[in-house]
C-alpha cells in the first residue's frame, strides 16, 4: 500500500475537490487522505495557477512523525496518519511527503516521515471568510479594549 509514497509524493484530502486533471485517484493511504499519482507539489502548482488557483507552503517547527509496527508498510502508514491527522488539525488539505526513512530492529520496524504542509485554495488568503480562522484572530483583541481596561483601573 505504501510502496507508491516515496519523497515528493503528495497526499490531498479526499473531501477537497481540485480543479482540471488534478484529481484525487489515488489509494487512500491514511483514512481521508489519497496520493496523486505521478504529481509532486510543483507540479501541482505550475497546473493549478493557470486556473487562478494558490498553492500554499504551511511553516511548521516539526512535522515528523514516527511509526511503530510489525511490518514496514504498517510502520510508513502509522507516522503519515499522525501527520495527516496534525494538517487536519490546523485545517490544511495537503501534505508532500520530504523524506522517509525506515528501520528494522529484529522484528520491529520505526519509520520516520517528514513532510511538508502544503494548502490549495482558490482564494489568494490562507485563511478567509469561508469558515477558516487564525491563531492570531482569535488571541487578538480590539485596540480600545485595553484602554478601556487601565481608564476603569485609574477610576
Known amino acids: 500500500m505504501t510502496d507508491e509514497l516515496k519523497s515528493g509524493s503528495l497526499l490531498v484530502h479526499t473531501s477537497y475537490e481540485l480543479p482540471g486533471l488534478l484529481q484525487v485517484q489515488g489509494p487512500e493511504v ?10 509532486d507539489a510543483n507540479t501541482a502548482e505550475r497546473e ?3 486556473l487562478g488557483w ?9 512535522p515528523v512523525a514516527l511509526g511503530m509496527a510489525r511490518d514496514r508498510n504498517d510502520a510508513v502508514r502509522r507516522a ?6 496534525r494538517a487536519k488539525l490546523k485545517r490544511l488539505n495537503a501534505l508532500e511527503i520530504s523524506e522517509i526513512q525506515v528501520r ?6 520505526i519509520a520516520r516521515v517528514a513532510v511538508n504542509f502544503r494548502h490549495f ?3 489568494p488568503y490562507l485563511f478567509d471568510s469561508t469558515g477558516y480562522t487564525t491563531r ?4 487578538r483583541q480590539p ?4 484602554a478601556a481596561a487601565s481608564a476603569a483601573k485609574a477610576a
Open 54 to 62: 494558490h498553492v500554499f507552503y504551511v511553516v511548521d517547527a516539526k
Open 30 to 39: 491514511v483514512p481521508e487522505w489519497r496520493v496523486l499519482f505521478g504529481i
Open 121 to 123: 485554495g482558490a482564494s
Open 104 to 109: 528494522g530492529c529484529g522484528f520491529i520496524h
Open 143 to 146: 485596540r480600545s479594549a485595553p
Open 136 to 139: 492570531w484572530e482569535h488571541t
Open 48 to 50: 493549478l495557477k493557470p
Open 80 to 85: 503519515v496518519a499522525k501527520l495527516a491527522q
